[in-house]
């Protein structure tokens, strides 16, 4: 879809323009609906109406109320945490250690996508329900309405309208659609780089050539902690500095779930037909440098979400994030100060529908470059 915006004509500083009423009520409606404008929003743009403070207001926050923006909300958060690479989780059930693993887990076609489902559950529950921000990372209740991924966390489904059951030692990033791995391995260092990326937006410098071939080979014997520590934090080597520190302790931290995010204190380990070799415990524990400086050591996934919380980076991505998302482009220079009122607001544990609703009431929303 093509929008095109020419502005009213007065070009005001920085190089931009007005928009008219009507490219106004597009803009709005595209951003908290994905879709045009209603009757309501449309009378008022033709009127002129929208073009006071008072009405614009008005119709950002019904907008922003409508039921209609919850497919919005889940659209975002579904981008910024990459949910599209969840993997499926029924394509190696031929696989002889793959389908051991799963025992009598009986995946389907639908699995994934269940999975994606319960975190968009997760974060329209707390925008209706008025919520801060930060219960998105530290939310440890169930969000999962089918009996498939409700039965990974040893649950009963939620019916979407009760209150959610509480589930101990999860959080974001200890759901289902970011543990599973769609192997039969857990996957530490896409679990961390991921982290590290995503939620917390540490650009992670590009792997080098030598790196790119690489295949984590796991063994019988060993943990795929160990055999990833192996294989990338050789002193010396050129994986080393980056895993070491920013990659692989973000993922370590969630090693006590299987590969299809079910909790667990010792990974059990087989041969390539499937037969059981040994059991080992499973260690979690990790320097995972939140911020970057931080040398604190955590015991697992649970301490290093209390971390991230305190740290205020999970607020700064999100700000970041949703700039891009609401003007369509990365940010300029001159945009860090919309960033770092997102960012504020974030922070000082607004409702989370407040804050998003906060964008489109920037003087910037309502404008376009000149050229």
């Not at 219960?135 to 089918?146: P, Q």
């Not at 960012?343 to 544990?349: I, L, M, N, P, Q």
């Amino acid at each position: 879809l093509y929008v095109i915006e020419t502005g009213q004509s007065t070009v005001l500083q920085q190089g931009r323009l007005l928009l008219t009423a009507q490219e106004l009520a597009t803009r709005l409606a595209l951003h908290f609906w994905n879709t045009v404008p209603d009757a309501e929003l449309t009378a008022a743009a033709d009127s002129g109406a929208l073009l006071i403070p008072a009405t614009y207001q008005a119709q950002v926050a019904r907008l922003a109320a409508d039921p209609r923006a919850e497919r919005t909300v889940r659209e975002f958060f579904a981008q910024w945490f990459e949910l599209q690479i969840t993997p499926s989780f029924d394509s190696r059930l031929s696989d002889p250690v793959y389908h051991t693993i799963a025992g009598s887990f009986t995946p389907t076609a639908a699995t994934r996508q269940n999975a994606i489902d319960e975190i968009g559950d997760l974060v329209a529950f707390l925008y209706r329900g008025n919520r801060p921000l930060i219960e998105v990372l530290t939310d440890n209740r169930n969000f999962a309405r089918s009996a498939d991924i409700a039965s990974l966390y040893g649950v009963a489904p939620w019916n979407g309208s009760s209150t959610p059951q509480a589930i101990p030692n999860r959080s974001l990033i200890t759901r289902i659609a970011l543990l599973a791995s769609g192997i039969s391995n857990t996957r530490p260092i896409l679990k961390g780089a991921r982290i590290r990326q995503q939620l917390l937006c540490v650009q992670l410098p590009p792997p080098p050539p030598d790196a790119m071939n690489v295949v984590v080979e796991f063994s019988p014997t060993l943990t795929t902690r160990e055999s990833v520590e192996r294989l990338t934090e050789q002193p010396g080597t050129s994986c080393a500095s980056c895993h070491t520190k920013l990659i692989n302790p973000l993922g370590f931290i969630t090693e006590n779930f299987d590969p299809f995010g079910r909790a667990r204190a010792a990974q059990q380990l087989f041969d390539a037909m499937g037969r059981p070799t040994v059991s080992k415990p499973v260690r979690t524990d990790a320097v995972i440098g939140v911020p970057l400086a931080d040398n604190r050591s955590v015991a697992g996934a649970t301490e290093a979400v209390n971390v991230m919380a305190t740290s205020g980076e999970f607020e700064s991505c999100f700000a970041r994030q949703y700039f891009r998302y609401a003007f369509g482009r990365r940010e300029q220079a001159f945009d860090q100060y919309v960033i770092d009122q997102l960012t504020f607001a974030a922070r000082t544990g607004q409702p989370l529908q407040q804050v998003m609703q906060a964008v489109a009431l920037r003087p910037e929303f309502q404008m376009r470059m000149s050229r």
